[in-house]
């Protein structure tokens, strides 16, 4: 039995990720701000699982929970882009210092197998309809970005110096259930599918044909399960994303389906540093893991609308 440490695991992907280690009959150490992780996303009297609150901008803290874990889970960041560009002093401190923490912590504790999640961020503005493979030209646009960006070749210098197993994963849009809709920082799928159950308007920002490639919460969480059992990890970054293009005019016309019927919405200019098209060339991620079976973004919508 391994002992996993998850930074951010009380939020959405995070607690998702606990539970498949914990029904694994792995061991589990969460260590969490709170800042938008809550404790009842956490089966907290389960034995095998351990709660620190605290943040990953403190290195002691960081070093402590991080001694005698078998493996590291780094999830924890501010993880809204326009919280970045409205606030790069406070974010850089969760996103990027918050790493160098961890490796640092691991270099010290010997610690090797990191599995990381980057973001599609990273790529920036690309031609509509382009998939975007994994070398293709990195232009962090945002601070959110270019954390993200800067992490990833943390890790990079951490595995070529000190022997770190790191896993990189870009994640591109990840939706389900437990992603928190509450601020307007948060992720388009959760704001939009709670705004159209209760019937409140809802504002898009921009056109709407602005695109997505969108990632059941369940099937990420196969592969960072995947991630975290391989005997070997390869050091390249491997993009997590179906191929698949959707608009936000194409999303909400699938929410008004399985509603029935869409409240008023309402567009507002876009916001800065907004991504336009955001697609995954996923060849990578097919040759080094094995593909869950895709939940249809229909199907996951109509388990986050509870239908
Ligand atoms: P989330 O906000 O639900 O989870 C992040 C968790 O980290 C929260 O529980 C939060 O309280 C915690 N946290 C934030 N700052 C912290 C700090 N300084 N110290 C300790 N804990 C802190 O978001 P999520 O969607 O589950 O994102 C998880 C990770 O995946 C993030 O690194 C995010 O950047 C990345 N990611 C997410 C997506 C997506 O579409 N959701 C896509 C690409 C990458
Ligand atoms: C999301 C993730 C980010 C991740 C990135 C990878 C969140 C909060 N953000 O960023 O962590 O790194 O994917 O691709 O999980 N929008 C509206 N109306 C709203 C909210 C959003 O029109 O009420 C628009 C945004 O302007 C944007 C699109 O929806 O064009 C998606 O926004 P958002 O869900 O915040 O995601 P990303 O910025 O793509």
Known sequence: MAEILVTGGAGFIGSHLVDALLAAGQRVRVLD???????NNLPLDNPALQFIEGDVADAQLVAQAVAG?????????????????????????????GTLNV?????????????????????????????????????????????????????????????????VFRFFNIFGPRQDPSSPYSGVISIFTQRAQQGLPISVFGDGEQTRDFFYVGDLVELLMQALG?????????????NQAVSLNQLLAEIGTLCGALPQV??????????RHSRADNTRLQAQYQLPAQTPLRDGLARLLGL
Request: hydrophobic share 40%.
């Open 69 to 97: 874990c078998d493996a590291v889970v780094h999830l924890a960041a501010v993880a809204s882009v326009q919280a970045s560009v409205d606030d790069p002093v406070a974010t850089h401190q969760s996103n990027f210092i």
């Open 230 to 242: 391989a005997g070997q990890v390869e050091p390249l970054p491997v993009n997590v994303g179906w």
């Open 103 to 167: 490796c640092e912590a691991m270099r010290l504790h010997g610690v090797r197998r990191v599995v990381y999640a980057s973001s599609a961020a990273i790529y920036g503005n690309n031609g509509e309809g382009v998939a975007i493979d994994e070398d293709t030209a990195k232009s962090p646009l945002t601070p959110y970005a270019a954390d993200k960006l800067a992490s990833e070749h943390y890790l990079d210098f951490y595995r070529r110096q000190h022997g770190l197993e790191p896993a």
């Open 33 to 39: 701000n709170l800042s938008m992780g809550k404790r």
């Open 266 to 275: 309402t567009h507002l200019p876009a916001r800065a540093g907004d991504i």
